[in-house]
């Protein structure tokens, strides 16, 4: 009878889950400690974040970056939590995960080049943008990743663009709906453009967005990314598994339905076709490249998807950020008119070769990928144990240990703006100011508008010669660009206003933000957050 009421007592419900507590913490604790010994043996700890209450800072940090991809104020949060730390490089705890948020330039010349091998996409990353981007370019590492990259590089030579033919057609369009009324949405017409050139360039037919009154395609790649970088905030505390997807899935059956039009084209293509075709290589595209490696309508959709991702947005939002910019500054306009006349004329079409004799025209595109980087923030994760040189130790230049799996955050944004760039240079880093690479050059791995090392984009000159020859076009048939400030968004930030943090420093995205009144979405590439218009004069 005792024997009974003392096992029954064990083994009541109110003991069993005090069992299952205390082996919890005792689990967690003996991790910690574990990870502590081994990220100590490596290098030692980055200085640790202060923002939000002293427990549960982690959680704080999620939800303030899920409130700043609402209110387009994420670019702040990084800046706030690097000066909360006092460093360039600051840690965070999620539970049992550490991720490390950094914008120092050695920090991110080891992941990207120098300790390549050790620092990559990771399993993680893999596994939450599985539904969206696949196994493709932008999700996978090692020899998965270089087959991709492999299977893309051809198709970016010299000789399959520098006719600039692939542009004509579609500028052509572009000009008719950029006076077709008063006021027009640049961005719109931007990311239209984009997706018509890509898809014809690299899958050998354009899908005329812009010849649509409204694209679904548009709204649903928007809204994929959106909720994908919800979900990669949400990943970090495993929280994403219990994210809601039915409007994700939504736009993902718009996607893929656009998509597998692609897909049923490269599997039609027969072996004599493919033959005779890879014998052309202005006619031997990309969607020629994938029909005659693989026939899995899997791997085929990965792959379209992810030229779609990185053709379409990153230019488009280039080229809204430049003429909002233009339509600031009246004499860029007048200095970029008068080269594009020299060069080119009034009328003629550039050649490839007056675009790269161009000097003022590329400086203004560099300084556009300057001031707003289409990929202002980035990540990776460590693939074995290993260190990052910058941030350890009471100075913060020694090595921080960094354990496989541990995430690291990059931002580009925080990196290009850093007052300490400029010290050879008299002209503010928050100026727009084209003429600055005149003199100024950034130093090596301070300036990442396409990323760097071995995953650098594989279609930056590509980019660079589409936004040349859309400038260009543009600005011979238009003389004046004029803003509409009804359509802007008044901004939440007065003149002479700031946000300091704690150590006395001013946010430098706030400041960009306030003087130049335009507030920065930051989903996956950055975009104007708010919508403007603008009427495009003739001469």
Not at 176 to 192: I, N, Y
Request: aromatic letters at 12%; a negative charge.
């Amino acid at each position: 009878m005792f024997l009974k009421t003392v096992l029954s007592a064990i083994l009541s419900p109110s003991t069993i889950l005090l069992i299952v507590f205390i082996a919890t913490i005792g689990y967690y604790q003996v991790n910690k400690y574990i990870e502590r010994r081994k990220i100590i043996s490596l290098g030692g700890y980055a200085a640790q974040h202060t923002l939000g209450p002293p427990i549960g800072r982690g959680f704080y940090i999620v939800w303030r970056a899920l409130r700043g991809l609402a209110t387009y104020s994420l670019l702040e949060l990084h800046e706030e939590c690097l000066a909360s730390a006092g460093s360039y490089t600051a840690e965070v705890t999620l539970g049992l995960n550490r991720l490390i948020w950094t914008s120092d330039a050695e920090n991110i010349k080891a992941m990207l080049a120098t300790q390549f091998d050790e620092f990559g996409k990771g399993e993680e990353f893999s596994r939450t943008w599985k539904d969206f981007l696949g196994r493709s370019i932008f999700s996978t590492d090692g020899a998965e990743w270089k087959h991709s990259r492999a299977l893309l590089r051809p198709q970016f030579i010299k000789d399959r663009f520098s006719d600039l033919e692939i542009f004509e057609h579609h500028v052509v369009i572009l000009l008719e709906k950029l006076e077709e009324k008063e006021f027009v949405d640049p961005t719109d017409l931007f990311l239209r453009f984009t997706l018509d050139t890509v898809t014809e360039f690299l899958l050998g037919q354009s899908v005329h967005s812009m010849e649509e009154e409204q694209s679904s395609f548009a709204g649903a790649f928007a809204a994929i990314q959106y909720i994908q970088l919800q979900l990669l905030m949400l990943s970090a505390s495993k929280l994403d598994r219990f994210y809601p997807r039915r409007t994700y899935n939504k736009h993902l059956k718009t996607l893929n339905d656009l998509v597998n039009t692609y897909v049923n084209v490269a599997l039609a293509i027969d072996a004599e076709e493919l033959e005779k075709l890879a014998a052309n290589e202005q006619k031997y595209d990309f969607l020629h490249a994938l029909g005659a490696e693989n026939q899995d309508p899997v791997f085929l959709r990965d792959q379209i998807v992810a030229v779609l991702f990185a053709g379409r947005d990153t230019t488009a939002a280039i080229l809204a950020f430049l003429f909002y910019e233009l339509g600031r500054q009246p004499a860029i306009v007048a200095a970029l008119r008068q080269e594009i006349l020299d060069v080119v004329g009034t009328t003629d079409k550039p050649t490839f070769e007056q675009l790269k004799s161009m000097k003022y025209l590329p400086n203004t595109l560099s300084e556009t990928l300057r001031f707003y980087p289409s990929v202002p923030r980035n990540e990776r994760t460590a693939l074995v144990d290993t260190t990052l040189p910058r941030g350890g130790g009471p100075d913060g230049q020694s090595p921080i240990g960094v354990p496989k799996g541990t995430n690291i955050h990059y931002s580009a944004y925080s990196l290009h703006l850093q007052p300490e760039h400029y010290a050879d240079s008299d002209i503010d880093p928050l100026l727009f100011e084209p003429d600055r690479w005149k003199t100024w050059h950034p130093k090596p791995w301070t300036y990442l508008p396409f990323n760097g090392g071995p995953r650098i984009c594989v279609g930056q000159q590509w980019a660079l010669m589409e936004m040349s020859y859309t400038v260009v076009r543009i600005l011979q048939r238009f003389e004046r660009l004029e803003l509409d400030s009804t359509t802007l968004v008044p901004s939440r930030r007065q003149e002479g206003e700031k946000l300091l943090f704690k150590d006395g420093k001013e946010s430098l995205a706030w400041r960009m933000s306030r003087d130049h009144g335009l507030r920065l979405k930051t989903d996956i590439i950055l975009t104007p957050g708010d919508a403007y218009k603008m009427s495009f004069i003739r001469t």
